[in-house]
């Protein structure tokens, strides 16, 4: 169905203010992860020519591919850009194709004021730019763009996000090659969080929205209709008895005839359903069937996440799980009849989540292919009957490595192509050169020095494994080998790591039978080609947990968050000794079941030292500094058979108490909050700073607000000097000589496009204790960077 058929994807991003916002953690925060590539998230099929929209790469452009198929199969012939294209733009975010027009949604750009792009289909195959076309009022964050739908002369855009998520859909005309914005679509009765214009579909003067978000996200699709002076008008509304809380009705929509096909994928819990429904003669729109799917899992389905129509067949994509679509066929008598399911377990999972057929090709979506990067599964009707014929993929574009000199930072504020201020690029190796395959993102990092040749090496934690980098020459760092996750496990966004005695130990959160992974440093020596390694021992005490601390002074490790299996310790300390690193042992929990966002203690994060602090009571005490969700959590934990909780306290706006470090001095420690600043709490990053001069008694006695509102994740002090990964912004350097009143003096940003603004993506950790004073810095999908701080005076 060419002409109003759009993925329900659009209606998570529209109704995102209605669920609640989790941080990169698992068992505690909820596991949100940054999107991705998304190719295939838009499909549309036209005279042999499959369209498939990317709208979501972040490294450059949106783009839609062209594929044909010859006589080798389907191959790409084209790529069609926005002109004046820029890195994060979301072009190809949506697809509408009526003859020869295709419309293509934009809905990154521009602050997400968003745009789409109307091109013509020549007769050679070329597709002509014609017309780009915006909101006449539009504002910044409206995903104007997210739903196109075209018919003739007309042609509809969605922004869904326009007036804090109520939306609005507007109507644009053509008069010979010119497009011109004929009416601004708005519900009556619309309210913020609605959604409207999150699917859209036009046929004759007849125009459906949906607006999923309304009476309580149970959706409702609202009809306009256009006189024959070009005015448009609400004319009604569609919306089934039996609709519930949630179901998410009028997420996808396709008119075909006079008849509308409307999706709830999330009716019954997530199973989904789509209704077909006409206008009697009274103009009220009845249901003349509904469909389910006919080969249920048991298991929430989300059917419906896409539709389309073709000829006398209905096609349902159920992308959940692996994945499905659904084929219906309507029989002469009217009646429809359950004809065909189509899978590929071999395309990489979520199948469904768009759709696009014609004639006899079809096209699917597979979301979840290479960690969300996305694959295309291409089939082909014979016979009557359908078929894979192909899995498609686009390159797995990267940011090119930089090596062999330093950059410095220059008079224009960059190194390299990246936002600088005081901080040196020495190098950088982008995920593909560290091991990573298609679509993999990086995330922790930690740091070993060889004793025995003083040469240094980065620990950097990947999705799927663990990359092992020689920085000795930081200007020409050598990948030395991938200790992938254990046999069993799956790859997940999380994944930690810390070292003692040579030896580095690894978890991973999300990730199923995981366990902790021992490996022996030693065996970097001397190595001249990369290898893929196996650990030296496999700790199986627990599953999979979001972090690892160590205190080296001790030899003991503490385990936070543990789940799935095993002993969890309610997420809280699960501690191990380590002093044999090839023969750990289990010693004991503990958890304050105060904290936590379950109560159980869930710890995310946490320091261990041999407390050396102003407070004598616990002088030479082993002591651990909990980030546990809620709250600080402050421990002693010297008898592992008897660990005592010493105080726990909160702080104002608390959104997820995340990561924190002492001072050389041990009396100060500062905090990180990861959702405060996606959740509105402050205006830009913050870091609350605790006096811990008594620890019976915390006391909150400061907050940093840094230069722009990106959400903050690990830091790490050295040398009165705070280094603080700040996801969109990068490396943030600050200066804390004056504890109570610290200043940012440098920063390296890692993502060179977009904005610093709340949310996930970017740097996720650093590791600034190299003795050469290199400083390794991971971003997800960008890579690992060396950099180094240059001396400098605090400045304003």
């Known amino acids: 169905m060419r002409r109003g058929t759009i993925p329900a994807i659009a209606a998570v991003a529209a109704l995102a203010c209605a669920a609640p916002i989790a941080g990169q953690t698992y068992a505690g925060g909820g596991g949100t992860q940054p999107a991705l590539a998304g190719f295939g998230g838009a499909l549309?099929?036209?005279?042999?020519?499959?369209?498939?929209?990317?709208?979501?790469?972040?490294?450059?452009?949106?783009?839609?591919?062209?594929?044909?198929?010859?006589?080798?199969?389907?191959?790409?012939?084209?790529?069609?850009a926005a002109p004046g294209a820029t890195n994060g733009d979301?072009?190809?975010?949506?697809?509408?194709?009526?003859?020869?027009?295709?419309?293509?949604?934009?809905?990154?750009?521009?602050?997400?004021?968003?745009a789409a792009y109307v091109f013509r289909r020549e007769?050679?195959?070329?597709?002509?730019?014609?017309?780009?076309?915006?909101?006449?009022?539009?504002?910044a964050g409206d995903n104007f763009g997210a739903s196109v739908a075209v018919d003739g002369d007309y042609a509809l855009v969605g922004a869904p996000a326009h007036g804090s998520g109520a939306g609005a859909v507007y109507v644009f005309q053509r008069a010979g090659n010119a497009w011109t914005q004929q009416a601004k679509l708005v519900p009556s009765g619309g309210a913020a969080g609605e959604g409207f214009g999150v699917a859209v579909a036009i046929e004759g003067s007849r125009a459906l929205i949906g607006a999923p978000g309304r009476n309580d996200r149970a959706g409702v699709v609202l009809v306009f209709t256009r006189s024959s002076t070009g005015q448009w008008t609400q004319s009604g509304q569609i919306s089934p008895n039996g609709l519930q809380r949630n179901d998410q009705f009028g997420s996808s929509i396709a008119l075909v005839e006079g008849t509308a096909y409307v999706s709830a994928p999330s009716y019954a819990q997530g199973a989904g359903a789509v209704w077909a429904l006409r206008q009697n003669d009274d103009s009220e729109w009845r249901p003349t069937g509904r469909f389910f799917p006919f080969a249920a899992s048991g298991q929430a389905s989300r059917f419906g996440a896409a539709i389309d129509v073709e000829g006398s067949q209905l096609f349902v994509g159920a992308p959940a799980g692996p994945g499905a679509v659904f084929v219906y066929a309507a029989g002469q008598d009217g009646e429809w009849n359950a004809a065909e399911r189509m899978t590929a377990p071999d395309a990489g999972g979520g199948i469904g989540g768009a759709v696009a057929v014609d004639g006899d090709v079809a096209a699917a979506w597979a979301q979840s292919a290479d960690y969300g990067a996305g694959n295309v599964v291409v089939f082909e009707r014979t016979n009557g009957r359908w078929a894979q014929a192909a899995?498609?993929?686009?390159?797995?574009?990267?940011?090119?490595?930089?090596?062999?000199?330093?950059?410095?930072?220059?008079?224009?504020?960059?190194?390299?192509?990246?936002?600088?201020?005081?901080v040196e690029l020495v190098s950088f190796l982008n995920v593909s050169d560290l091991g990573g395959a298609r679509g993999v993102r990086m995330n922790d990092v930690w740091g070993w020095v060889d004793a025995q040749n003083n040469r240094e090496y980065v620990i950097a934690g990947r999705m799927d494994g663990t990359s092992f980098v020689d920085i000795t020459d930081p200007e020409n760092p050598r990948y030395l080998g991938n200790l992938p996750m254990?046999?069993?496990?799956?790859?997940?966004?999380?994944?930690?790591?810390?070292?003692?005695?040579?030896?580095?130990?690894?978890?991973?959160?999300?990730?199923?039978?995981?366990?902790?992974?021992?490996?022996?440093?030693?065996?970097?020596?001397?190595?001249?080609?990369p290898q893929i390694f196996e650990p030296d021992f496999l700790y199986r005490n627990i599953n999979s947990a979001h972090n690892?601390?160590?205190?080296?002074?001790?030899?003991?490790a503490y385990i936070v968050g543990a789940s799935g299996g095993g002993e969890t310790c309610g997420g809280g300390l699960h501690m191990v000794n380590i002093q044999d690193p090839k023969n750990p042992t289990f010693a004991g929990c503990f958890a304050d079941p105060q904290t936590g966002r379950a109560a159980t203690g869930y710890s995310h994060d946490a320091q261990c030292v041999v407390y050396n602090g102003p407070d004598r009571d616990y002088a030479g005490r082993e002591i651990c500094l909990g980030a546990n969700e809620t709250a600080l959590s402050i421990a002693d934990v010297t008898d592992k058979n008897n660990p005592k909780a010493i105080a726990r306290a909160s702080y104002p706006n608390v959104g997820y108490s995340h990561q924190g470090w002492f001072d050389e001095e041990q009396r100060y420690f500062y905090m990180d909050d990861e959702l405060d600043e996606l959740q509105g709490l402050v205006p830009r990053t913050r870091t609350i700073i605790w006096d811990l001069s008594d620890l019976d008694d915390p006391q909150v006695v400061g907050e940093f607000l840094g230069t722009s509102p990106a959400s903050d994740h690990n830091l790490y002090i050295r040398d009165n000097v705070m280094y603080q990964s700040n996801y969109q912004a990068g490396l943030r350097v600050i200066d804390i000589s004056n504890p109570l009143e610290p200043r940012e003096i440098g920063y390296f940003d890692t993502v060179p496009y977009g904005e610093n603004t709340a949310g996930f993506g970017g740097s996720?950790?650093?590791?600034?204790?190299?003795?050469?004073?290199s400083i390794a810095v991971t971003s997800g999908a960008e890579g690992l960077f060396i950099v180094k701080k240059r001396d400098v005076r605090p400045v304003s």
Not at 100 to 113: D, R, S
Not at 494 to 509: A, E, L, Q
Not at 548 to 556: A, L, P
């Open 123 to 139: 007769a050679n195959g070329a597709y002509t730019h014609v017309a780009q076309l915006v909101a006449t009022d539009g504002a």
């Open 391 to 422: 899995v498609l993929s686009s390159p797995d574009d990267r940011i090119a490595s930089i090596t062999g000199n330093e950059i410095r930072c220059g008079a224009d504020g960059t190194a390299g192509g990246f936002d600088c201020q005081n």
């Open 764 to 773: 996720w950790s650093n590791y600034p204790f190299f003795p050469s004073g």
């Open 44 to 80: 549309a099929i036209t005279q042999g020519d499959l369209l498939v929209g990317e709208g979501r790469n972040q490294a450059r452009s949106g783009l839609v591919y062209v594929y044909r198929k010859g006589a080798g199969g389907w191959a790409e012939a084209a790529k069609i």
């Open 486 to 529: 254990t046999p069993g496990a799956r790859a997940a966004a999380w994944r930690d790591m810390k070292v003692y005695k040579d030896h580095v130990f690894i978890v991973s959160d999300g990730a199923g039978e995981h366990g902790m992974q021992v490996f022996d440093l030693g065996r970097l020596r001397n190595l001249r080609e």
């Open 548 to 556: 690892i601390v160590i205190n080296e002074e001790t030899g003991f």
């Open 90 to 114: 979301g072009f190809g975010s949506a697809l509408a194709l009526d003859g020869a027009t295709l419309v293509v949604g934009a809905t990154l750009q521009n602050e997400q004021k968003g």
